[in-house]
């Protein structure tokens, strides 16, 4: 059978491994049919890679291989060749010891993925929290054309009569067992009703803030974040996406076409608009970093400062993700950022549509959902971040999900040196702590754990839960779920490993929060400061070889997105030629 290519507005990549009749392309394409696919499909249709991060030991994302297939049907659709590549898949709940560890790793692996093999455009299939930022990092260092497909979240949870939100309530249940207002039977028997169908963290946790970052910086179709996995409306997503992506290759939209800085502005705005995860902060850090977009902590504060928090979600609210998507999702938000004038209206999406094109004529169908903005959760509902002596560098801190009353807080510092510390002390009766103190924990950070851990939002002793207390300030260099809640400073940089001021920090120091002027400072002299950290010494041993080695002695600080410093910026993805 003679070979033709089919025409195409410009020479595709793939091609280079599958046009033409030498020995190289004949060596590709005839492994490749080994798998019954007909000669036509090698014609020069562009090859879209589905990068697939299904994975039974990531609960999230077990039922992605059900939606690549509705991708495929797309892709086939409109022309294209779908090829499904799985992905390194981290998931938060079973990874050790921690999915964050892994970011990097993941994302380089499917960089090299996208790099080396004959992939014209991209479908980023994902859905535990850690999957979405990693493949994102990946898809801007290729550049690509790539559009997520998030897997949704689960349907809402009951217990009881009481809604139930994955996460959010594991918190809330295990410390009512600490307080004794909850039996440990009740609270096993309530672990069913935490996860009853497929899908990511029905809370405005992690996963469902990427999702909706995904979307609001224009790297998903329009009302991809919120439809549940069960939904027929998911698959409906999965296919159109499969469609949207032959055309984005078609018409050349690559990652940096969309993800520039106003798209970042936006996506930040959102953030603050739902009651978003801090760990946002950290993966859009990092996504700037590999796309080249100059993006800040102080662009975190500048830009979510003002922005009230409408979305009525756990953690921060009381319903769940399948209201929201019933009320109208995410668009119904960025619309509303657009009429306060908080939108980059003609910020492009992978649809080719501006963000305001896709979003101008949606209906809110529930205010108690998507509340008015003079009914917030939080007027001021940006990630907060908090600089000082304390944190040089800065830390972050969820307004929306923390105590008022707390944001102004001076307290005596209880101090934890690493996670197995606070472990060993916090049940101890004779624990010298009570509700005025700051629990501050060290050695939680992207070198320290190592992998930054979500450990930051530390359950409280059970002698001050007993009092009915729920929550304190307490203070770290982790992370901390998305389905988390307290007044909780994180990411403080630099981290304690890193030798930074709160490696130093005592028992019976004085520390003062004040939220409302972004300050977090540790109450002792300039003097004092500098003489415990010129005789600081780390506290743990350096791992000497593997991944842990290598992580550790790459990563940056949380503080620019806690990448490997050897991956930052886009590499693109030059065509490899053959070496045998």
């Known amino acids: 059978m003679t070979f033709k290519p089919a025409k195409w507005p410009r020479p595709l990549r793939s091609q280079e491994w599958f046009g033409g009749t030498g020995r190289d392309q004949i ?95 991209c479908v980023l299939l994902v859905g535990c929290d850690k999957t979405t930022p990693s493949l994102l990092m990946a898809a801007a260092s290729t550049d690509l054309p790539s ?29 009512a067992v600490k307080a004794g207002e909850m039996s440990a039977d009740e609270f096993a028997e309530a672990e069913a009703s935490m996860s009853r169908s497929a899908g990511s963290c029905n809370t405005m946790g992690t996963a469902s803030t990427m999702a909706s970052m995904a979307e609001s910086l224009g790297m998903a179709l329009s009302g991809n974040a919120a439809i549940p996995a069960v939904d027929s409306r998911r698959r409906v997503m999965a296919q159109m996406s499969g469609r949207r992506i032959v055309q984005m290759v078609k018409d050349d939209l690559k990652p940096s076409d969309v993800m520039t800085k106003p798209a970042f502005e936006n996506a930040i705005r959102t953030n603050a608009a739902i009651g978003g995860s801090t760990n946002a902060v950290i993966h859009l850090l990092a996504i700037a970093g590999r796309v080249g977009v100059d993006l800040t902590l102080d662009d975190w504060d500048r830009c979510g400062r003002d922005v009230p928090t409408v979305v009525n979600l756990m953690p921060s609210g009381k319903y769940l993700m399948e209201e929201f998507f019933y009320a109208g999702g995410l668009p119904v938000v960025i619309k509303r950022l657009g009429e306060a004038g908080l939108l980059h209206k003609d910020a492009l999406t992978v649809s080719g549509e501006t963000m305001w094109d896709q979003v101008k004529d949606v209906t809110n169908h529930n205010d108690d959902v998507i509340l008015p903005a003079e009914k917030a959760l939080a007027q001021s509902g940006g990630i907060v971040v908090l600089k000082g002596n304390l944190a040089p560098k800065g830390a972050v801190l969820k307004p929306s999900a923390a105590s008022p009353h707390l944001l102004t807080h001076r307290g005596r510092a209880v101090v934890f040196e690493d996670i197995d510390d606070y472990k060993a002390k916090i049940n101890d009766e004779a624990l010298d702590i009570d509700e005025t103190c700051i629990m501050v924990m060290k050695n939680c950070g992207p070198k320290g754990y190592p992998g930054m851990a979500e450990v930051g939002n530390m359950g409280l002793p059970p002698k001050v839960l007993r009092k009915g207390i729920t929550d304190m300030v307490r203070i770290s260099d982790a992370r901390m779920s998305g389905t988390a809640y307290g007044t909780v400073c994180l990411h403080t940089s630099p981290e304690a490993a890193a030798g930074g001021p709160l490696a130093v920090v005592q028992n019976g120091d004085f520390i003062e929060l004040d939220v409302p002027n972004r300050r977090l400072h540790l109450d002792i002299s300039d003097a004092e400061l500098a003489a415990r950290l010129a005789a600081w010494q780390p506290l743990h041993e350096q791992y000497q070889s593997g991944y842990a080695w290598l992580h550790q002695q790459h990563v940056q600080g949380a503080d620019t997105g806690a990448d490997l410093d050897f991956l930052k910026g886009s590499r693109g993805a030059p065509v490899g030629r053959d070496s045998h």
């Not at 559009?147 to 410390?175: A, C, D, Q």
């Open 27 to 121: 060596y590709h394409r005839g492994w490749m049919k080994n798998q019954g696919f007909p000669h036509d499909l090698f014609d020069g249709r562009p090859v879209i890679g589905i990068l697939n991060t299904w994975s039974e030991l990531t609960p999230c994302n077990a039922h992605l291989n059900v939606l690549a297939e509705f991708v495929k049907r797309g892709v086939y659709e409109a022309g294209g060749f779908p090829v499904e590549v799985p992905a390194f898949s981290t998931s938060e709940s079973a990874f050790r010891p921690t999915a964050m560890m892994f970011r990097n790793l993941a994302a380089m692996s499917v960089e090299e993925q996208m790099r080396g093999q004959p992939m014209d455009g």
């Open 147 to 175: 559009i997520v497909v998030t897997g949704g979240p689960m349907l809402n949870g009951y217990f009881k009569g009481e809604r139930v939100g994955s996460g959010t309530h594991l918190w809330k249940f295990s410390e």
